[in-house]
């Protein structure tokens, strides 16, 4: 599954509207963004939900997943369409927030795109606002407070997926399973001796991390994060 974490190339026909070549259905953005016309708007980033689920298929093809008209009332659409939806996150999900009461008259909200779960609940989103920025990344802790008068009520997450299917970020501290295999895995590419696989996530396992990411053209910060996990797991 494709997440998108950076913000789309120049004419990327998930953020581009159907009249220019796109296939997105959402509003223009406002202010107008001049490689991908549906940004600035927070509904657009449900491009990067779709793309995620089509890349996802067995045999890809075009074509809208979902394509909602408000942010607000994006849950209850999704509902509708029979997507999976809970109060758990899981990456290349979309969170949603409702702004007041929900009606027929008022769908107004946000929603953002779910990049990556740490183990704590904690959220990376790739995220674009009405008149504001086309694209900015935020990070979430639970309960996922986004600002004054907006309340989380869940998320979308992709077709076939469960919360369950968290990525961990294992860090140095850490103890058990999760951090054997990771040492077992280090230990097989000539990143660790034997004897120092342990469960443990000390000093000498941190290192060996960093060496890896390095090897491999990672951020070099100790942290096995999805991104690493996709390299020493692959």
Not at 40 to 56: L, P
Not at 123 to 131: G, L, M, P, R, V
């Amino acid at each position: 599954m494709f997440i998108q974490r950076e913000k789309p190339s120049k004419g990327d026909v998930w953020f581009t509207g159907t009249e220019s070549g796109g296939i997105s259905t959402c509003i223009k953005g406002q202010p107008t963004d001049p490689n991908c016309d549906r940004l600035a708007n927070c509904v657009s980033i449900v491009g990067a939900y779709n793309k995620a689920a089509c890349s996802n298929l067995t045999k890809p093809k075009w074509g809208p997943i979902l394509w909602p008209p408000n942010a607000g009332g994006i849950l209850t659409y999704a509902q509708e369409l029979g997507l999976p939806t809970s109060t758990q996150p899981a990456p290349g999900a979309l969170i949603v927030w409702k702004k007041g009461e929900l009606t027929l008259k008022n769908k107004n909200g946000h929603v953002a795109f779910v990049t990556d779960v740490e183990a704590d609940g904690t959220i990376h989103t790739a995220e674009s606002e009405w008149q504001g920025r086309a694209w900015v990344n935020r990070t979430y802790k639970p309960p996922y407070a986004y600002a004054a008068g907006y309340t989380f009520i869940g998320f979308v997450l992709q077709p076939g997926t469960t919360p369950a299917q968290v990525i961990k970020y294992i860090r140095e501290g850490d103890k058990g399973a999760a951090v054997e295999l990771m040492q077992s895995r280090l230990a097989g590419k000539g990143f660790m001796r034997k004897t120092e696989v342990d469960g443990d996530f000390g000093r000498i396992t941190k290192g060996a991390v960093c060496c890896f990411q390095l090897e491999n053209g990672l951020v070099v910060d100790g942290v096995c994060g999805p991104l690493t996990q996709a390299k020493l797991y692959g």
